[in-house]
């Protein structure tokens, strides 16, 4: 169904449980995900009437910065490391969140795709409810060159919580490595989860989060590969409950930024689902990791939302 997100053209998934919102331009982004039992709306918005754009290669954070961007094929501003892309710009939070997204709908099912600027691949994503309860997306990545690409996908999920919310996630997740922090350290530091330091050194959960009054900001990664793809979040009235699910084959690794009114008067929790453990493919690399699509080859994942 189409309707209208501020200014700008959106599209609608609806079913008795659930109401997804999209935006084909820019970044095939989901700028809204309700609950619609209890209304609650699990992703963050932004004031304003008017959608804050940005240019292709502009500024993540001076965007619109709200709601569910592809981060591809990087996050980090870098560089191409290998021929024959050697030395071509990463643009900052990658390419797609700033371009228009192709927009098919047939029936209950939406397709959004999008072609490379600066590298030769096709990003494509089929939309539909899998269940009453659960939004699937079905991603797949096409390298249309001759040659094979390295690249960085993470889910950049931007999500409204309350004080005390619960962060659960698998088993396995026992050690995470700090990439940002306003808090005590700094990037490369090792967490056994789910306890932190604050500023002053004293240890706390990271796995429930704080009072606002703490201004607190982390993004970390678990550094193992998972066994199991997924992440919940439990909100302390029992009323509402979110669980991220990803394929641990091709979807790996998980990072957190739990952001408890630390950065730009938010409290919020970006929760990345991803193909590498580090914020760019090149930094991934050095850390021994890689991603990667072969020559005229696809890479294909999934996501999935459940309340």
């Not at 698998?170 to 990037?187: E, K, M, W």
């Not at 699910?245 to 957190?256: A, E, K, M, R």
């Amino acid at each position: 169904m189409e309707s209208k997100y501020k200014n700008k053209k959106s599209i609608v998934l609806e079913n008795d449980r659930l109401r997804a919102e999209f935006l084909p331009d820019p970044g095939g982004k989901m700028v809204s995900l309700i609950n619609k039992e209890t209304g609650y709306e699990f992703l963050v918005q932004r004031d304003g009437v008017n959608y804050l754009d940005q240019p292709f290669d502009g500024v993540y954070v001076e965007g619109e910065c709200s709601g569910f961007d592809d981060m591809f094929p990087t996050i980090d501003t870098c560089y191409y490391e290998t021929e024959p892309w050697k030395g071509i710009k990463m643009a900052d939070h990658g390419e797609v969140w700033s371009l228009p997204w192709k927009c098919e709908s047939a029936g209950d099912c939406l397709h959004l795709s999008v072609q490379g600027v600066r590298f030769p691949y096709e990003l494509s994503k089929r939309i539909y409810f899998g269940d009453p309860n659960t939004l699937r997306l079905e991603y797949t990545l096409t390298n249309t060159s001759a040659f094979e690409f390295g690249f960085l996908w993470a889910g950049h999920l931007m999500l409204n919580i309350v004080e005390g919310t619960r962060l659960s996630v698998p088993h396995d997740c026992r050690q995470a490595v700090t990439i940002l922090t306003n808090g005590r350290g700094s990037f490369g530091d090792l967490h056994n989860w789910p306890w932190f330091e604050d500023k002053e050194g004293n240890a706390y959960r990271a796995d429930i989060s704080r009072p606002p009054a703490v201004k607190g900001f982390e993004k970390y990664y678990f550094i193992n590969k998972l066994e199991d793809g997924y992440c919940e979040l439990y909100f302390p009235d029992n009323k509402n409950k979110l669980k991220v699910s990803f394929p641990f084959d091709t979807v790996p690794y998980l990072g957190i930024l739990m952001n408890e009114n630390g950065w730009d008067n938010l409290y919020n929790i970006f929760i990345e689902p991803c193909t590498v453990c580090y914020d760019s493919p090149i930094t991934a690399k050095k850390y021994g990791q890689l991603s990667k699509v072969n020559a005229f080859a696809t890479y294909c994942w999934y996501l999935q939302l459940t309340i």
